[in-house]
């Protein structure tokens, strides 16, 4: 799932932080920045001391864009550690689970093969598209508000899409609140979509003019909603039998299969559906991305599930949008 990070310059992580990051999130670190009109990226797949380092030498001080990877597609290696390259002057890193997967090359990442299909053909042609806020947000309602996306232009520009999906802290913008250990810090709450400028655009040709720090405003996705606000509307739902909350002693073992069935047939009815699924039935929510997400995880998904049962949706949510289940799958198992 990753964390995704917006680093302004006046910003400084202490290497508690930063340990904290590697701790979810530990299969490969990448950063950029722009250094006389060039963008420098740095990738590793080493250990904590190292990166802390690389972050001290290369990174403080500068505003950057970073990346801890945790997988979910493609292999483990220096290829499918963000940031990505789409243009000559523009790279971008992705948090979230994009739901064209990766069909085309098993070994690649779904960003790689988002970059490759869809964005880089769009922006090669017209780079100018990525400071178009109309493209913005033709962006977000493509990806869904589960994805942000961070690019960085040669020029310093920086673009993030899905701005107010993640959190602020420290001075700098983080991607989410379940890679981390957010609920330390007096986060765990969603946003609504945005999208955020930093620094300043002034290539005439492009015919662009922002200048500082400036936030747009778009449209308010599906998943963003106030998670929890009931009302009548909710009302048909009450019935939790639909959940098979019955099945709520740890002593048993549960079956992925029924899980997994069940989360789906709410996930199709709705944010809401879902979301009083996971509070029903919170050991079957924890189940379901312990196994799809794998040991490294293992014992923190419950403590997620309790704690933040919207981000329990969220990793839900991105889990079916994957690609890897609709009705014939499901069905089948």
């Not at 979810?24 to 904590?48: I, Q, R, W």
């Not at 098979?244 to 549960?254: M, N, P, R, T, Y």
Request: charged share 25%; net charge negative.
């Amino acid at each position: 799932m990753c964390i995704l990070i917006h680093h302004p310059a006046n910003v400084s992580f202490s290497d508690e932080l930063l340990n904290d990051f590697y701790e979810y999130n530990s299969d490969g670190f990448g950063a950029m920045y722009s250094e006389g009109g060039k963008l420098v990226v740095v990738k590793t797949l080493g250990k904590p001391q190292e990166i802390n380092a690389l972050y001290k030498d290369a990174l403080k001080g500068r505003e950057c864009i970073i990346h801890y990877r945790m997988k979910t597609h493609g292999d483990i290696d220096m290829d499918n550690c963000h940031p990505y390259k789409v243009t000559d002057e523009i790279w971008m890193a992705h948090n979230g689970i994009l739901s064209m997967g990766n069909p085309i090359d098993k070994a690649k990442s779904d960003t790689w093969h988002f970059i490759k299909f869809i964005l880089r053909p769009a922006l090669e042609a017209n780079p100018a598209l990525l400071f178009d806020p109309d493209y913005q947000t033709y962006l977000e309602e493509m990806i869904g508000s589960s994805n942000k996306f961070a690019f960085m232009h040669s020029s310093g520009e920086s673009v993030v899409i899905n701005y107010d999906a993640g959190v602020e802290h420290e001075g700098a913008w983080l991607s989410n609140t379940y890679a981390w250990s957010a609920h330390l810090h007096g986060h765990g709450h969603k946003y609504k979509t945005n999208k955020y400028y930093s620094g300043s655009w002034g290539i005439d040709d492009y015919g662009y003019n922002i200048k500082g720090s400036t936030k747009h405003n778009s449209k308010t996705l599906a998943s963003g909603a106030a998670f929890g606000d009931y009302d009548d509307e909710y009302a048909e739902f009450e019935d939790y039998a639909l959940y098979d909350s019955d099945v709520s002693s740890f002593g048993k073992k549960l079956n992925i299969r029924k899980v997994t069935k069940s989360a789906y047939n709410c996930h199709k009815r709705g944010t809401k559906v879902l979301y009083d699924w996971v509070l029903m039935a919170p050991n079957k929510a924890a189940y379901l991305l312990e196994q799809a997400f794998g040991e490294k995880v293992e014992g923190e998904m419950w403590d997620m599930v309790n704690a933040y049962p919207e981000d329990a949706v969220e990793w839900i949510q991105d889990l079916f949008e994957a690609g890897n289940y609709n009705d014939a799958t499901v069905a089948a198992m």
